[in-house]
DNA sequence: CGTTTCATTGACGTCGGTCAAGCGTCGTGG
DNA sequence: CCACGACGCTTGACCGACGTCAATGAAACG
């Protein structure tokens, strides 16, 4: 096991920030404008597969933004069961709340292999309070959080099974194309059914059930962690 | 129909902003201090019960901070399905996405009859980034309705009928507590049970039925739009 | 090569939805 | 004063979407 070696303390070479979100403001400035706005102590890192890296009521003095792999937000009841807020990829904020707050209200585990950026706390927010562009950036991470989850909470309360697959779905192939990472029709895919289930308030039976069905209408596949988008209209149209 | 003569465009004489929420930095200053923050056009307003007071998607350039009476965040589909996110009750601020955008993605409507202030957004705006103390209970703001989303998020996804409802009027019978208008575990419930439903993520008959076993174990009961809570332990099991 | 993980499928159970009837409480108007 | 309809709550019969349990097999892994 030489992961630790491999992704150990060294810096992230290539952050493919390309996402207009939170790390816009932050890290396309160069080092030096990051110096300016007083972020001295970025921490780059990295974690295996299915790792927690942070958890629900710890408190951490860090602000997080995942570099590359995917990750999630979720929250964790005391009878096992898990909701996953959101999935977490390539230049996203964690949250924003970690900025303003040393506990959180969620727990974050790795999906994949992931490499990540750990801000100082304190420094984030004073580069907020001189730096209005952070400021706005920071904000704009904030709504759009809120809008985010009160259309999931839309989705779980309003929709049935298919409709709240397929709008996941759709959700983050948009995103991923926003990254880039798209290439016909196909991206890297590499949740189980199990995590679809957590998300959109169903068992991962179920969740088998209805991809079966979408396979066999055509509408997409999965195999080897790779999805396959064949029919993106009909998707949409489930999705209503 | 004097109703309009009744709570016209008359200023609110006695504001009941004891919540620790965004109103505690803003309202409960002096209006001196209120104008020395630069917040010179407050609007007071009233409206009656079942009223449409913003819509998702409509620019306004305004804050609005509710002063006595009950309202609701919700989001419609276009099928006419409605997801309500949260219900608002006096001293909260609507949201504080109002005061960094000109247009929401959810709609509110009054419940009862309702007072509300109207801030000039630019001014609320300037405040936040001039007073370090209103731009706190802002974050503060933002961050409670993010982690009541998720929260939210978490019930509908993971809870089932019961414990939604009992999770609900727990939520509710807290936030009343705080605003000390709680009397011998009364209060009043305003709610239909369509609401309760479009709340949970359930139907209006399924919610009798919950609510019909409630009565029956002697947990609770709701009459005359008065909400008496007989049993909080027993309803505190039932929520998990 | 055993072991574990995960997707798939079938049989069956249940929670909550649908439909519909009955009833009490309003408010309105004759 | 009563008649009327609108509205909301309650209840029952029935149904369907989704959950549960279990078996099978393919792929991943040490």
Redesign the interface.
Known sequence: MDFQAAVGGSPCVTCPLRAASFCGALLKRSDHSQRAAGLRTQVHEGAPAQKSICRRGEAIDNVYVLCSGWAFRF?R???G???I?SFLLAGDLF???MV??DTT??SVDSLTAIRFIRFNRVEIKRAA?EN?EV?DSL??S??T???D??????D???RNAEERIARMILNLTDRLEQREVIREHRYPFPLRQQHIA????LTAVHVGRIMGTFRKEGILEVSENVLTLKDRAKLERIA?
Chains 1, 2 share one sequence.
């Open positions: 929250i009841l005391p009878d069961r898990r909701q807020l949250s924003a709340a303003f707050k209200h969620f309070i209005p400021l904000t704009e904030c709504l959080e809120n809008r989850a009160d259309e999931l909470t839309t779980l309360g309003q957590d998300y959109a308030g209503a």
